[in-house]
């Protein structure tokens, strides 16, 4: 969760910051906060579907229900600032902080702002993004990156190979799918593995409740991976995934070359412009028609290609996301 990140580096730049972090009813929302030893604030939330659903006639109340629970807690806890990553989940509270006249941070992470954080922008004070072309309300605009955990780099190389059983000989081909269309990608890694296991090891995150029927050697496969995945990274060699920003800037931070395969059915289109701007940049390939293995083993024999992309990853991550959107919301705040 990118907001730990903020959170991680608030509490280093000031030692007396008081924090309080207001998230959906999601057990997993309040898990990953408690285990940050955060205190957590659930409230009820809705989301706008562009499409029928009989959970278009109940969300209103719920949307309604949580804007009161967001006002109660942020006039009782009365922060300096409030800062938000955006989805339907800070709209109640974004408007609770505007009404309450609360100093308001968004963070937009993709190439392209949904519909909760379009309305948040027109609230909040500042808004900072992932991507320098990203134009809303461009006076309050902050160019920060995404924010990303520092832990991701602390992998160890030794515990990757122990929770893999692989050999360090053999490079190591990381694939996920994310959260959605995962089957897609799980698909294709099935057609293409008996072509990529002369030349990789491969890890398959699948996701949830998702597996294959590969049996081999050469590769191991999770539903999902937590706090294991930096020591995951600390033996990869290549990437092949979506094109989520969050993930993307960890691929940057790492210098990790990649190829990647956007979500075609994310709102609007995100993952395919966020994909487009760092293949322009270099920094990454994007699978197009070809079949995986094509691309990833023309990818792994053009070794000046390999050097190039990672040259393009580091010119391209923003490694002070976090230290820079924590300096903002603590100048605004004070």
């Known amino acids: 969760m990118p907001n730990l990140a903020v959170a991680a580096e608030l509490r280093s730049s000031d030692s007396k910051a008081k924090l309080l972090y207001v998230g959906s009813r999601a057990a997993l929302d309040r898990d990953l906060v408690s285990e940050a030893k955060i205190p957590f604030r659930s409230i009820f939330t809705g989301k706008l579907r ?49 009404i309450l006249r609360r100093p308001l941070i968004l963070h937009e992470s993709d190439r392209s702002m949904g519909l909760s954080n379009r309305i948040v922008a027109v609230l909040a004070t500042h808004v900072c993004v992932g991507f320098p072309d990203v134009i809303q309300n461009s006076y309050k605009t902050v160019f920060t990156g995404n924010p990303i955990r520092s832990s991701i780099l602390h992998g160890s190389s030794k515990k990757g190979y122990e929770v893999t059983g692989f050999r360090p000989e053999k490079p190591v081909l990381l694939v996920w799918g994310g959260s959605q269309g995962a089957q897609e990608i799980n698909a294709m890694v099935e057609v293409s593995f008996e072509k990529l296991k002369s030349d990789f090891q491969v890890v398959h995150i699948t996701g949830s409740g998702k597996t294959t029927n590969i049996k081999d050697p050469n590769y191991i496969q999770f539903e999902y991976i937590g706090e294991e995945l930096k020591h995951i990274y600390a033996i990869t060699n290549l990437v092949a995934g979506r094109a989520g920003a969050n993930s993307l800037y960890e691929l940057a931070l790492m210098q990790k070359p990649n190829i990647l395969i956007p979500l075609q059915s994310a709102a609007h289109n995100h993952q395919q412009l966020n994909a487009e701007y760092f293949e322009q940049m270099g920094a990454s390939v994007i699978l197009r028609y070809q079949p995986l293995h094509e691309v990833v083993n023309s990818l792994w024999s053009n070794p000046t290609q390999m050097e190039a992309m990672e040259e393009s990853l580091a010119k391209v991550s923003k490694p002070h996301a976090n230290r820079d959107i924590a300096k903002l919301i603590l100048e605004v705040g004070h």
Request: aromatic share 32%; charged share 10%.
């Open 50 to 98: 562009r499409y029928f659903s009989w959970q278009n006639f109940v969300d209103p109340f719920f949307v309604l229900i949580g804007f009161f629970q967001s006002f109660w807690i942020v006039a009782r806890f009365w922060p300096d600032a409030v800062f938000t990553k955006g989805g339907f989940v800070s709209l109640p509270v974004a408007f609770a902080a505007f």
